[in-house]
């Protein structure tokens, strides 16, 4: 019989072992939990079957033997078996020590007179006939198998014995979590795999849409250079009338694009409203220019009494001196404003005047004092306008415009125009969220670069890129650009074409 003793941390690596060592026909003695971890007595299952079911030839050998010899080693065999199954596991060594109480009982029993009637070498020393071997019924435990239910065996006195420790599977989860998990995992991979496959069929689509419609297919790559997004051009192109040629089709285009870019109507500029005017955005984009450029057309139309001027400014060094140096110039005092009832009074106090700027601090799109900046400004008659720089990329331009809440403010300024290498970003970004452009700021002179926003000039001049760009797409590149169509809610009316 070969039995072995395996040792790890958990039962779960100590049975891998056994497995690794007899194969698929391993067979679990016992378990326990030792202080060096987890201990698992195996063996394989043809080694037991000899022990488990004598075979024939051996019976009828036993049988042929003559009663002294199977009387002689009684004792022997008795010992024999104890030291031989002496280095297994509890299950034997109880198993020894209930095959010594029967035979002990059944020599009490009447098996004497059989002893006495066999030939003995001595009178003093009666022999006795052992009882006939019974086959060997070795406890089988199995991987994942529950361990079979004692049987209750009638004790002359009480032995006490070790507890056997069953298999334990600390290790283990139950198997409705495990269910649930691999559910998950597997509508996971589902999702994935469809997204996968609308995406190659979506490219395909378009490569063989831009085969069988070359003016589309230019038109896009045309787009994806000014700087507009792919599904601000697919939404486009989409709904293009088919039957155009190539120039009807870039007018056509254009048209759309300047038709849903929202722009101030001309003679309803800001200083042409007046009002309460409130300039915020990210830091640098040119708030204090801008104050400036507004303060000096409504100086030059309605003269300097009609205009005040406010900063918020507390945070930028010089801010608030540079303020007072352009108001000097104009003629305009600047006042400031340390807290939001500072801010009350001194708009009570310009409440005469034609128009009031408040220049506030410059604070980044992820800055969490934006919330508290807009709180201070939420007053009646107050007009929050953004200044967006449009030399920016076009995913901080929506960001910003995300986290100064475009739907709230009254409108936006476009600066630096001049630096902007393309408009298309900015332009792209205003129409998709929909805010009233108020004023271009294209330069540094105060008050000589200031436009009032022309949509039709603007989209000319963002589709009049060169190309030349090392970030341009080229035409072979054009299936990595596709995209899914989404609605953007476009004006698509009637066109020029």
């Known amino acids: 019989m070969n039995i072995q003793r395996f040792t790890a941390p958990t039962s779960r690596e100590a049975m891998a072992k056994a497995r690794l060592t007899f194969g698929d026909s391993a067979v679990i003695l016992s378990t326990r939990s030792t202080d060096g971890g987890f201990e698992v007595m195996a063996a394989a299952e043809e080694s037991l079957a000899p022990v488990a079911s004598p075979t024939p030839q051996a019976v009828r050998g036993e049988r042929a033997q003559p009663a002294r010899s199977r009387l002689a080693p009684a004792t022997e065999s008795v010992e024999s078996d104890t030291e031989t199954l002496s280095m297994s596991t509890l299950s034997f060594q109880e198993y020894v020590r209930e095959r010594m109480l029967r035979k002990r009982r059944a020599e009490q029993a009447g098996e004497a007179p059989q002893a006495e009637a066999a030939p003995m070498p001595a009178p003093a020393e009666p022999r006795r006939a052992a009882p006939r071997a019974e086959p060997i019924h070795i406890p089988v435990q199995r991987f994942n198998a529950p361990p079979p239910p004692p049987v209750a065996t009638p004790m002359p006195a009480p032995i006490r014995t070790r507890p056997v420790v069953n298999a334990a599977w600390e290790d283990s989860q139950p198997a409705p979590r495990l269910a649930e998990r691999a559910d998950s995992s597997v509508a996971v991979e589902l999702s994935a795999l469809k997204d996968m496959i609308e995406e190659r069929f979506n490219t395909?689509?378009?490569?063989?849409?831009?085969?069988?419609?070359?003016?589309?297919?230019?038109?896009?790559?045309?787009?994806?250079?000014?700087?507009?997004?792919?599904?601000?051009?697919?939404?486009?192109?989409?709904?293009?009338?088919?039957?155009?040629?190539?120039?009807?089709?870039?007018?056509?285009v254009m048209d759309v694009l300047a038709r849903n870019l929202r722009t101030a109507s001309p003679g309803a500029g800001l200083c042409d409203e007046g009002g309460v005017v409130t300039l915020i955005g990210a830091t640098g984009v040119g708030k204090t220019t801008t104050a400036a450029k507004l303060a000096a057309q409504c100086v030059k139309q309605y003269g300097p009494a009609s205009v005040g001027m406010i900063t918020l400014d507390t945070y930028r060094v010089s801010g608030y001196e540079q303020l007072r140096t352009y108001g000097r110039m104009l003629g305009v005092v600047a006042h400031l404003a340390h807290d939001r009832a500072a801010l009350?009074?001194?708009?009570?106090?310009?409440?005469?005047?034609?128009?009031?700027?408040?220049?506030?601090?410059?604070?980044?799109?992820?800055?969490?004092?934006?919330?508290?900046?807009?709180?201070?400004?939420?007053?009646?008659?107050?007009?929050?306008?953004?200044?967006?720089?449009?030399?920016?990329?076009?995913?901080?331009?929506?960001?910003?415009?995300?986290?100064?809440?475009?739907?709230?403010?009254?409108?936006?300024?476009?600066?630096?125009?001049?630096?902007?290498?393309?408009?298309?970003?900015?332009?792209?970004?205003l129409i998709r969220h929909q805010v009233v452009l108020r004023g271009v700021a294209n330069g540094q002179r105060v008050p000589e670069d200031w436009q009032n926003p022309e949509a039709n000039a603007l989209v000319r001049v963002s589709m009049g890129t060169d190309g030349k760009s090392a970030f341009d797409p080229q035409s072979t590149d054009m299936g990595f650009y596709f995209a899914q169509a989404s609605s953007l809610g476009l004006d698509l009316g009637a066109s020029h074409v």
């Open 344 to 429: 009350k009074d001194l708009l009570n106090l310009l409440a005469n005047k034609r128009m009031v700027i408040v220049d506030t601090a410059g604070l980044g799109q992820r800055d969490q004092r934006i919330q508290d900046m807009l709180d201070v400004l939420d007053m009646p008659k107050v007009k929050k306008t953004l200044v967006l720089n449009a030399s920016s990329h076009g995913d901080t331009l929506d960001d910003v415009l995300t986290a100064f809440k475009a739907r709230t403010l009254h409108g936006v300024v476009l600066s630096k125009v001049d630096e902007a290498v393309k408009l298309g970003p900015a332009l792209d970004a």
């Open 204 to 252: 395909l689509a378009w490569l063989g849409s831009s085969k069988q419609n070359p003016i589309q297919s230019g038109l896009m790559l045309k787009l994806i250079r000014s700087g507009f997004s792919p599904a601000m051009a697919r939404s486009v192109l989409e709904r293009m009338p088919v039957d155009a040629a190539a120039p009807e089709a870039m007018r056509w």
